[in-house]
Every structure is written in structure tokens, then in C-alpha cells.
T-cell receptor
Framework: NAGVTQTPKFRILKIGQSMTLQCAQD?????MYWYRQDPGMGLKLIYY???????DKGEVPNGYNVSRSTTEDFPLRLELAAPSQTSVYFC???????????FGPGTRLTVT | QKEVEQNSGPLSVPEGAIASLNCTYS??????FFWYRQYSGKSPELIMF????GDKEDGRFTAQLNKASQYVSLLIRDSQPSDSATYLC????????????FGTGTRLKVLA
């Protein structure tokens, strides 16, 4: 099993550009999550999904969008990138709510 | 009061000693508790999870949960330099929900 995979590993965006961060898991997990991690801060939940076709906002959803068309994939879309979106983004999955989460390797995004 | 609090450290221990990492949480109804290890520039990696009061052991790691006092701790026996990392505590405050609250982590340094 590859677990949770994310692409790209690094990306530099200019202000106003858009991009999609890819996330996939092969563990047949129902729940998937997107977090961002800023220096000295805890992980903040951006969006989550409880299954294909079902997504909902987390703590910090502004400026982001998600979709979940399959159990395996959970892409995160950034529209009109802003410097405040400079961060490390982690995708995670869990079998069910309250179960342990497994994290992907992360995407380091810089917006200049 | 933060929902999940950890001392940021660094906690320095000599090689071979026991490292004790602590985490307190504010929501008395919290059900699931997790410890993750995060090396610099890497993603969080699950170390242990605990749901019931008491101790849970896995190799050199022991998680301890005291719901009455609202704390969870992680003991690392026979600490090795490779254990040097940031340890994140995470709490699922309501059983069956998507929400995980992460602490900001304790940085552990094991001195050879």
C-alpha cells in the first residue's frame, strides 16, 4: 500500500494564480481531510469529506475548494492565490470519524 | 484556554533516559487521543492512540490517559537520538465526528 500520496511536493505561485493540490489514498478510507500547518501553529483543518460526493468546511476554508468524486481522491483547489496561503498542506485519511489519521507527505506552497 | 495544550520545549533528555511528554485538553467529553511524531520538514506519523483511561504500551512507547484530570502523556523509554522530533498531541473531542484538535507540539531533543 502506498498509503496517502500528495503531489506536488513543492510549488511557488504568483499572487492571483490558481492551482490544485492532489491527494489520493489506497486504504479504502471513508474520511479524508486537508490541513495546513504554519510555523509554531497546530494543524488547522481546511476541508474534510466523509465519503464520495460529500464534503464540508473545516476551520479555515476561505480561499479553497474541494471535491470528492471517488473514495480515493480528494483534490484541494486554490483560486486566486494570496501570500496568506503560504503554508505546508497535508492531506490525511481515516477509516471513520474518531479513528487514527494517516498523513500524506505534504505540499510546501509559497505564494509571492 | 487553548483546547489542546503542550509545552513547546525543547525537552532535552540524554540518550537512554525516559522522555515524558504531556498534553492537556479542555473538552471533558473528549473520546480519542493520538500521539504523532513529526520530523523537521516531514509529515506527522502516528505513534499511538488511546481511548480508555490508563496505560497503553507499544514497544518503547507508553501512552497514559487520565480523563478525570484531562491529560494524556507519552513516555518514551530508552530514548535514542533518532527520537528527536516534534511530538503532536491530537484529541477527537466528540465521538463520531470529523473534528481533531491538534496541539502545537513539543520538540524533543535526545542528546547522544
Amino acid at each position: 500500500n502506498a498509503g496517502v500520496t500528495q503531489t506536488p511536493k513543492f510549488r511557488i505561485l504568483k499572487i492571483g494564480q490558481s492551482m490544485t493540490l492532489q491527494c489520493a489514498q489506497d486504504m479504502n478510507h471513508n474520511y479524508m481531510y486537508w490541513y495546513r500547518q504554519d510555523p509554531g501553529m497546530g494543524l488547522k483543518l481546511i476541508y474534510y469529506s466523509v465519503g464520495a460526493g460529500i464534503t464540508d468546511k473545516g476551520e479555515v476554508p476561505n480561499g479553497y475548494n474541494v471535491s470528492r468524486s471517488t473514495t480515493e481522491d480528494f483534490p484541494l483547489r486554490l483560486e486566486l492565490a494570496a501570500p496568506s496561503q503560504t503554508s505546508v498542506y497535508f492531506c490525511a485519511s481515516s477509516y471513520s470519524a474518531g479513528n487514527e489519521q494517516y498523513f500524506g507527505p505534504g505540499t510546501r506552497l509559497t505564494v509571492t | 484556554q487553548k483546547e489542546v495544550e503542550q509545552n513547546s520545549g525543547p525537552l532535552s533528555v540524554p540518550e537512554g533516559a525516559i522522555a515524558s511528554l504531556n498534553c492537556t485538553y479542555s473538552d471533558r467529553g473528549s473520546q480519542s487521543f493520538f500521539w504523532y511524531r513529526q520530523y523537521s520538514g516531514k509529515s506527522p506519523e502516528l505513534i499511538m492512540f488511546i481511548y480508555s483511561n490508563g496505560d497503553k504500551e507499544d514497544g518503547r512507547f507508553t501512552a497514559q490517559l487520565n480523563k478525570a484530570s484531562q491529560y494524556v502523556s507519552l513516555l518514551i523509554r530508552d530514548s535514542q537520538p533518532s527520537d528527536s522530533a516534534t511530538y503532536l498531541c491530537a484529541v477527537n473531542p466528540l465521538s463520531g465526528t470529523y473534528k481533531y484538535i491538534f496541539g502545537t507540539g513539543t520538540r524533543l531533543k535526545v542528546l547522544a
